[in-house]
DNA sequence: CCTGAAAGACACTATTT
DNA sequence: AAATAGTGTCTTTCAGG
């Protein structure tokens, strides 16, 4: 599972631009866009490159209220619980188990504050939450 | 800047596939290859779609360390004064200004432990930054 | 705002080195 | 493993409804 310098040359390329041609990664990594196509293929195939997407403007897409929740679990709820519940909710973005306190953080998506308070009511009353702790987002400073 | 639903579709499209051709996203939404290039190329226009990337696996970019970190800043420190500061760390991933104690929360992907440490040093010594609060990332649950 | 057609560019496979 | 050549598909522009 080792990515030589092309390899990186390349993920770098297709991550500026997604849906650049093989043609053109080829032209600036100095190899042919066949050749191209065979390492997308494999760096795919090893699981580097999970995917292509399309990045939104969330608020194009009327998701204009954003938080971050701490989730705090009882005893000993497994990642694995956490995970399978979440998943159920279209709005949680992104959640990951963290060291400190909390349990997890959970990164949500809503249309607006009302309907994130409808969010965060639904994971408050899963079984394994004790509580949670939010801060919304008032502006974004940069993004990767 | 409004979406119809056939624009929501073709988005959803792209979100699912950032490589499909404007064939496919056309048989799934009901219009011809043309009809979809001209409504992507719209969506660029008015940044609906503010482009295209690969989803890479981090761990397989050496990327093994991440951590949430809460930003603490003196007075009144402008956001723009700590965007301009966090642009020049590529590890920083994501930060955005947050309600509650805290002035900013950042995301940042590093090698190792030791690397996020001196990157967190690095911030720490940042004039307008008095402490910071990190948490470390130990297991991804979801991503979307 | 869409469809349909035509020209050019690109992807993909097979072959060769 | 990469370059080349050839075939098929897609993109892109343009004409027309």
Redesign the pocket.
Known sequence: MELDD?DRRIVAALRADGR?????I?AQV??????V???VD?LRARGAITGFTALVDPAALGWRTEAYVELFCQGRTSPSTIAAALAKYPEVVDACTVSGEADALIHVMAEDVKHFEQVLERINAERFVVRTKSVLVLSRLLHR
Chains 1, 2 share one sequence.
Not at 20 to 24: G, K
């Open positions: 092309i650049a041609t093989y043609q053109q080829g100095g190899l042919s866009a066949p050749a196509k065979r390492r494999r």
